[in-house]
Nanobody, 119 residues
Framework: VQLVESGGGSVQAGGSLRLSCAVSGRTSSSYSMGWFRQAPGKEREFVGAISWKGSLTSYTDSVKGRFTISRDNAKNMVWLQMDRLKPEDTALYYC?????????????WGQGTQVTVSS
């Protein structure tokens, strides 16, 4: 399985970014997708996830109401729409693949895409 993230960049606080994740390779017939982030000196943390059909999403409290995950299974794509960005959202963002929106998450990771939010 290959995961390729893109769409990161530098924005001012209050701005928006849309991250993309392209999935390729052998996957199970249905899988959930998650977004994670890792800031310098910190562990990777869960941001949010979406179920196979897109009917179920979950988000960490700090991004609820600001971030939205969507997917298109026909295109093998997942997106993370990030609005009202804050400096504390600065991190390297990764997408992940798992059994459910609560995990477990397989050990497949891309190179990540950097998001930098300035105040």
């Amino acid at each position: 399985v290959q995961l390729v993230e893109s769409g990161g960049g530098s924005v001012q606080a209050g701005g928006s970014l849309r991250l993309s994740c392209a999935v390729s390779g052998r996957t199970s017939s249905s899988y959930s997708m998650g977004w994670f982030r890792q800031a310098p000196g910190k562990e990777r943390e869960f941001v949010g996830a979406i179920s196979w059909k897109g009917s179920l999403t979950s988000y960490t409290d700090s991004v609820k109401g600001r971030f939205t995950i969507s997917r298109d299974n026909a295109k093998n794509m997942v997106w993370l729409q990030m609005d009202r960005l804050k400096p504390e959202d600065t991190a390297l963002y990764y997408c992940g693949i798992g059994d459910t929106t609560q995990g477990p998450w397989y050990d497949y990771w891309g190179q990540g895409t950097q998001v930098t939010v300035s105040s």
